[in-house]
C-alpha cells in the first residue's frame, strides 16, 4: 500500500505553545484528511481537505491542502491541555482507498 | 444519535477460536471499513464495502473474513488463521468511497 510519511512521530510542548506537523506522500492525493485520536477511542475527524492549496480552519485548528498534492500540514494554535492525543493524516490517491500516516503524538503540559 | 457503534469495547479469546466483531451505523451510509491498529503505527485497512452484498480486500486482509448483507451492518470475523489477532480493530463508514470517513469507538481484541 501507499506510504505516508507523517512528522514529527512525537511532540511534547508548554501549554499554550503553537504546534506543527506535516504528513508527505510519494504519490499525488485528491484529498487528505486529519483525525484525531484519544487514547482507546476512535478517531475523530478535524479536518478535510479537498483541493490543491486549500486552506481550512476549525477552531485553533488550521489545515493545508500542499500545492504540490503530495502534502498536507496542521497547525494548532495557543494548545491546551486537551489537545493531547494523537493526530493522524489520511490521504486518498486517485479512486482509491484512503491511506494513514503513523500519526503524531503530542503531549501538552500545563 | 446518529452514529457507529461498535461492540463489544473489550474482547478476549482463546487462540485458535474465531471471533466476530460487530459493527453498526445508523448514518444512512453506502461505504464502511474495517481497520486494524498497533502500537505505534497507523491504520491498516482489512476489508471495506461500497454496497450491500459486495466488499473488497484491503492490505491486510488474510485470516479475516466480512459480510454486507444489511446497510447498515458490517461485521468482522477473526479467524484462528489470523497469525496475530490481537490488536485495536476501526469500523468507520462514509457516504461514499471518496468522501471522509467517520470512525466507532473500537473494539480492542487480545487473544490468550
Known amino acids: 500500500g501507499q506510504q505516508l510519511n507523517q512528522s514529527p512521530q512525537s511532540m511534547f510542548i508548554q501549554e499554550g505553545e503553537d504546534v506543527s506537523m506535516n504528513c508527505t506522500s510519494s504519490?499525488?492525493?485528491?484529498?487528505w484528511l486529519w483525525y484525531k485520536q484519544d487514547p482507546g477511542e476512535g478517531p475523530v475527524l478535524l479536518i478535510a481537505l479537498y483541493k490543491a492549496g486549500e486552506l481550512t480552519s476549525n477552531g485553533r485548528l488550521t489545515a493545508q491542502f500542499g500545492i504540490t498534492r503530495k502534502d498536507s500540514f496542521l497547525n494548532i494554535s495557543a494548545s491546551i491541555p486537551s489537545d493531547v492525543g494523537i493526530y493522524f493524516c489520511?490521504?486518498?490517491?486517485?479512486?482509491?482507498?484512503?491511506?494513514f500516516g503513523t500519526g503524531t503524538s503530542l503531549t501538552v503540559i500545563p | 444519535d446518529g452514529g457507529i457503534t461498535q461492540s463489544p469495547k473489550y474482547l478476549f479469546r482463546k487462540e485458535g477460536q474465531n471471533v466476530t466483531l460487530s459493527c453498526e451505523q445508523n448514518l444512512n451510509h453506502d461505504a464502511m471499513y474495517w481497520y486494524r491498529q498497533d502500537p505505534g503505527q497507523g491504520l491498516r485497512l482489512i476489508y471495506y464495502?461500497?454496497?450491500?452484498?459486495?466488499?473488497q480486500k484491503g492490505d491486510i486482509a488474510e485470516g479475516y473474513s466480512v459480510s454486507r448483507e444489511k446497510k447498515e451492518s458490517f461485521p468482522l470475523t477473526v479467524t484462528s488463521a489470523q497469525k496475530n489477532p490481537t490488536a485495536f480493530y476501526l469500523c468507520?463508514?462514509?457516504?461514499?468511497?471518496?468522501?471522509?470517513?467517520?470512525f466507532g469507538q473500537g473494539t480492542r481484541l487480545t487473544v490468550v
Open positions: 489520511a490521504g486518498q490517491p486517485t479512486g482509491n482507498q484512503f491511506y
Open positions: 468507520a463508514s462514509s457516504s461514499g468511497i471518496h468522501t471522509e470517513a467517520f
Open positions: 464495502s461500497q454496497i450491500v452484498n459486495d466488499f
Open positions: 504519490s499525488i492525493f485528491n484529498t
